[in-house]
Every structure is written in structure tokens, then in C-alpha cells.
């Protein structure tokens, strides 16, 4: 008998557009009795990944246990326990000796003011008894979303089980968001899971992918060089590439030539917070920088932007630019932060930094195209 927790009949899985690799080498893992752990930014795909894989295989599992860790309620104590172990209490319950089962009671209940420091032996060791009683029926699998709002007390219990699991059929199957890109973010993750989980990074899909994941959505009618524009844009992020997409369609008047895509509110809140930090003046000059078509410190400079190098020097400290040393480009983390920049920013500065631009550019056109700009 198969039993899948939680999760309620789903009729189909998303689709999944790219990613084979990525799906090949889980597979393979999971096959061969290991687990993975799926990382990457925001809306990049963990989620809808995870799910796939976990339709595919969570058929070979006799339990399947989920949890979906959320940022709201990260800080209550044994939520993601409650989560994976809440509904399969009443199976496990007569095979945990009594104190055990008395403290993981207690911990999913809420009741009875259990923490880890008045319970921790018991509760550590009744969730290595729950999942080891589990195993004795068939295979488990624990599939657990978005690690990185797991709530510590969970995340502990967790991962003193995963240790002592070797040789038994529990296998997890998690994502956890992490932000930088060659960053060793998610080693802290994998203290949750069994040794030798295999962490695999996603990466951003191909242009032809955004066309396909855009059509799919139902925004298919974009003229080829706008979808150009979004996967430009949203860096291959399906999410932000969705947002795009959706803040195009939503908009009555499409951008003109040489003018950034809109950026939905629901998306500026991702690079803003950062771009706050920013001096009034260091602001100013990235909004030359975004509105100019291949920005360096010396147009900038030009622009009338005298402070440039310490201003995006600034900049690159808090994540916002991702200048290479030496190298006179100046280059935007992502793609959106320059774009969200364009969008938050008055008309009257936008037409500034424009005719700026149709001065200090060198190229005939594009001063024309800035000009064309500062004027409207
Ligand atoms: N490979 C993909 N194929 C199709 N849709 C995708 C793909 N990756 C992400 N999406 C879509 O993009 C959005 C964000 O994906 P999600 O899995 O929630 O990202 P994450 O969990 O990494 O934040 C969702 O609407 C999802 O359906
Ligand atoms: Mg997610």
C-alpha cells in the first residue's frame, strides 16, 4: 500500500520546460538510494522541479512525507515536524516507546511546553524511531520545501536523524533558495539531510525556453525581439520572465525603442529593499547607468556623473553591480536591478539622465534615441 501525506490529489504535474540534466542527475541519485537537495534563487524553479520529481518518484515510495516551510512561520518551534509527522502519528504511535512518544506528542502538539532543551534526547530520538518504523514498511520519502525558513527546532531533529539513517530506505528530497552564484549557501542546508546528499544548482533557462514558458502561460502573441527582451531582462529567471510578461500585457502603451520593459511592483520589492541603501546621489548615477546602452564609469563621466567609480563602488558592495576589476563596463548584477531602477524612477529624472545621455553618448544614433527620450 502506497500512502501519500499531505499533498492533495494532484491531477497533473506542471510542466517542466529544460533542466533534462539537472533531472538526470536526480533521477540517477535518487535511484541508487541516494537524496538531493535542490538550490538556487527565488523563482528560478525549485519548487516546480521538487514537485516533478517528487510525482515521479514518490510512486517507488511506500510514505511519502512533505513539508513547506514559509517565512511567516518560520519562528514557531516543530511546525515543519508537524507537517511531516502529523498525520502519520497514528501509524507510528504504538512502535515509539513511551517517553518518546509522550515528547513528539507534545512538540506536534504544542501542547506541554515542549522544547528542545527540556525534550531533546527524547524528541531527537522519536523522530529517528518514527522514520525508522516507517522504513520497516517500505520506503520513505521526505520531501521538504524551501529549507531555508525550516524552523531551527525542526531542522535539528531533522538532520540528527538524517545522520543516523545509513542503510535504512529514507531518502530526502529538498530545495532550499540560496542567492549568490558560486556561493556555498546551502552547505548549512545539508546538515538537515543524509551524508552525502547530492546538492544540485539551478540554472536559468535558455531564451528559447522563456519563448516556450511564455507561450505556455498564454502570452505567445509577443513580437520575437520583445521575448528577446524578457529573457534579456529576467536573466533566464522563469518567475521574473512570467512578471515581465505579465506586467507587457497588463500595460497600454508598450515601451518605446531602447526603453527597459516595465517591472511590475511585484517584482521591484525583490531588488529595492537593496537599492534604498544606496545614496540619493549613487541612485542617481545607476539611473544613468541603466538608461544608457552600455554603460561605463568614463560615460557616466561624461554624464555629468562625477563621483562615478566611488558611487558604483558602492554599488557593488551591496550586490547591485557586478563590476569586474580593472574592466571599464559598467555591469548590473541582474538584469532586473537596472530595469526596476528605470521604472521606479520619476519621469523628470528619467528625462534628465536621458539628456544627459544624448550629450555624453558617442554614438550618433544612440544620442538621437536619448534625445528622442529626454524630450517625451
Ligand atoms: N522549468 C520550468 N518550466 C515551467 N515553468 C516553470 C519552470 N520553472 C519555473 N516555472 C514557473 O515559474 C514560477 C516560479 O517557479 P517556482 O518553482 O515557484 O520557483 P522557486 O521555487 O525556485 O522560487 C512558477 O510559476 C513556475 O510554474
Ligand atoms: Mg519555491
Redesign the pocket.
Known amino acids: 500500500m502506497r500512502r501519500d501525506f499531505q499533498e492533495p490529489a494532484r491531477c497533473r504535474p ?6 533534462e540534466d539537472l533531472f538526470a542527475a536526480a533521477k540517477d541519485h535518487l535511484g541508487s538510494g541516494g537524496s538531493v537537495l535542490l538550490h ?1 534563487p ?8 521538487l514537485r516533478a520529481l517528487a510525482e515521479e518518484y514518490g510512486a517507488h515510495a511506500r510514505t511519502v512525507l512533505r513539508c513547506s516551510a514559509t517565512e511567516s512561520e518560520s519562528h514557531l518551534p516543530f511546525l515543519a515536524l508537524a507537517d511531516l509527522f502529523g498525520l502519520v502519528l497514528d501509524e507510528i504511535a504504538p512502535r515509539l516507546p513511551a517517553a518518546q512518544l509522550t515528547a513528539l506528542e507534545s512538540a506536534l502538539t504544542g501542547r506541554g511546553e515542549s522544547s528542545l532543551q527540556r525534550d531533546g534526547l527524547a524528541l531527537r530520538l522519536a523522530v529517528l524511531s518514527a522514520l525508522r518504523a516507517l522504513a520497516t514498511q517500505g520506503p520513505v520519502l521526505v520531501v521538504a520545501d524551501d529549507l531555508q525558513w525550516l524552523d531551527p527546532a525542526s531542522a535539528e531533529l531533522l538532520g540528527f536523524a538524517a545522520r543516523r539513517l545509513e542503510g535504512t530506505p529514507v531518502q530526502m528530497l529538498c ?1 532550499v ?1 540560496t542567492e549568490g552564484s558560486d556561493s556555498q549557501e546551502y552547505d548549512r542546508h545539508l546538515r538537515a539531510c543524509p551524508p552525502g546528499t547530492a546538492a544540485l544548482r ?1 540554472g536559468p ?1 535558455g531564451r528559447a525556453q522563456v519563448a516556450r ?1 511564455l507561450d505556455h502561460r498564454g502570452h505567445g502573441a509577443l513580437p520575437r525581439s520583445t521575448v528577446r527582451e524578457i529573457h534579456r531582462t529576467s536573466g533566464g529567471n ?2 521574473f520572465a ?1 512578471e515581465l510578461g505579465r506586467a507587457l500585457a497588463d500595460s497600454p502603451t508598450p515601451p518605446r525603442p531602447g526603453e527597459p520593459l516595465p517591472v511590475p511592483t511585484s517584482l521591484r520589492a525583490l531588488v529595492l529593499s537593496r537599492l534604498d541603501m544606496l545614496s540619493v546621489e549613487a541612485r542617481r548615477t545607476l539611473l544613468v547607468a541603466s538608461a544608457g546602452a552600455r554603460p561605463t564609469t568614463a560615460l557616466l563621466h561624461a554624464a555629468g556623473r562625477e563621483n562615478a567609480e566611488a558611487e558604483c563602488a558602492q554599488a557593488a558592495e551591496l550586490g547591485l553591480l557586478a563590476t569586474e576589476p580593472e574592466a571599464p563596463a559598467v555591469r548590473f548584477a541582474h538584469p532586473l536591478i537596472s530595469a526596476a531602477l528605470y521604472a521606479e524612477a520619476p519621469a523628470p529624472e528619467r528625462r534628465a539622465a536621458h539628456a544627459a545621455l544624448s550629450t555624453a553618448a558617442s554614438d550618433p544614433i544612440e544620442r538621437a534615441r536619448h534625445l528622442a527620450l529626454a524630450t517625451t
Open positions: 506542471d510542466l517542466v520546460i529544460g533542466h538556487g527565488a523563482g528560478i524553479g525549485k519548487s516546480t522541479v530545495a533558495r539551478l533557462l514558458l522563469p518567475l512570467l
